[in-house]
T-cell receptor, first 117, second 116 residues
Framework: NAGVMQNPRHLVRRRGQEARLRCSPV?????VYWYRQLPEEGLKFMVY????????ESGMPKERFSAEFPKEGPSILRIQQVVRGDSAAYFC???????????????FGAGSRLTVL | AQSVTQPDIHITVSEGASLELRCNYS??????LFWYVQSPGQGLQLLLK??????LVQGIKGFEAEFKRSQSSFNLRKPSVHWSDAAEYFC??????????????FGTGTSLTVIP
């Protein structure tokens, strides 16, 4: 039973390019969370999604950032026109639907480390 | 609003010494409480969790934590630290988000250094 799979593990982009980070949740998990971790800082919540639905995007920057979790396939965090300040580790976590066994626990992926040159 | 405070940014302990990492939370109801550990370059691994019942919870790797409602605290402890415990430790609170699911709030983390 694979855990949360994130890819790519490392991504290098030049300023102005687009970055796409993928997250496949634990099999059977329907909730996905994205967090950003900057050097020397903690985890900052970005967005919380269910299949085909954004539940809470209060942590997402208003511009250039978007996220989706389609009915089929992985969740994707998309950053358009990247800037150096976007360099960070981006972590995805998943949980089962509320009321399910284990619903109140997050399982994390290993993260995707974005470097913007 | 919900929040989690880890007052110690960095702690250094000697191998074999005891350890306590502090965590305070702000939440209106009884929260779900967690401790996660992150090794360099890795994701977060769940150490232990508290949902209800016995306020002293045991976790993996010899860690334990105690929920104290009166102090809004959930401090992590280990009686004897091993060099492999050097890592970043995060306290987190889980809270209900309407009827759709849970939201999770993380502290800023405590970096643990273990010296021989």
């Amino acid at each position: 039973n694979a855990g949360v799979m994130q890819n790519p593990r490392h991504l290098v982009r030049r300023r102005g390019q687009e970055a796409r980070l993928r997250c496949s949740p634990v099999k059977g998990h329907s909730h996905v969370y994205w967090y950003r971790q900057l050097p020397e800082e903690g985890l900052k919540f970005m967005v919380y999604l269910q299949k085909e639905n954004i539940i809470d995007e209060s942590g997402m920057p208003k511009e250039r950032f978007s996220a989706e979790f389609p009915k089929e396939g992985p969740s994707i965090l998309r950053i358009q026109q990247v800037v150096r300040g976007d360099s960070a580790a981006y972590f995805c976590a998943s949980s089962p639907k509320r009321g399910s066994s284990g619903a109140n626990v997050l399982t994390f992926g290993a993260g995707s480390r974005l470097t913007v040159l | 609003a919900q929040s989690v405070t880890q007052p110690d940014i960095h702690i250094t302990v000697s191998e074999g010494a005891s350890l306590e990492l502090r965590c305070n939370y702000s939440y209106g109801a009884t929260p779900y409480l967690f401790w996660y550990v992150q090794s360099p370059g890795q994701g977060l691994q769940l150490l232990l969790k508290y949902f209800s019942g016995d306020t002293l919870v045991q976790g993996i790797k010899g860690f334990e934590a105690e929920f104290k409602r009166s102090q809004s605290s959930f401090n992590l402890r280990k009686p004897s630290v091993h060099w492999s415990d050097a890592a970043e430790y995060f306290c987190a609170v889980g809270a209900g988000l309407s009827n759709t699911g849970n939201q999770f709030y993380f502290g800023t983390g405590t970096s643990l250094t273990v010296i021989p």
